[in-house]
């Protein structure tokens, strides 16, 4: 993504209410780079607290936890009772 699709873009996008998970620690998110680069300087890989930081994303409503799901590996993603993940994401 160029400077100018960024943006473009960001204003519009909202982050809320999302149950983060990475079973192999803190989540990271690439937002206008490709591969672990950028095309212009406003892209990047962002960990949690420069995501939640951003002026744009915002993101401090949601949580970083297993969902528990039923069975992930035989793709049952529907969440187990109590699953921290619960109130999370669109309904």
């Known amino acids: 993504m160029t ?3 960024y943006t473009a873009v960001v204003p ?12 192999n620690g803190q989540p990271t ?6 591969n672990g680069g950028t095309r212009g300087v406003l892209g990047s890989i962002f960990s949690l607290a420069q995501w939640r930081s951003s002026p744009f994303f915002n993101d401090i409503n ?9 069975n992930a ?19």
């Open 29 to 34: 998110f690439g937002f206008g780079s490709a």
């Open 73 to 91: 590996g035989a793709g049952d993603f529907r969440l187990q009772p109590g699953s921290p993940c619960s109130a999370m994401g669109a309904l």
């Open 3 to 5: 400077d100018a699709e």
């Open 12 to 23: 519009e996008i909202k982050f809320e209410n999302n149950c983060y998970f990475s079973p």
């Open 62 to 70: 949601s949580v970083v936890a297993d969902p528990l799901f039923v």
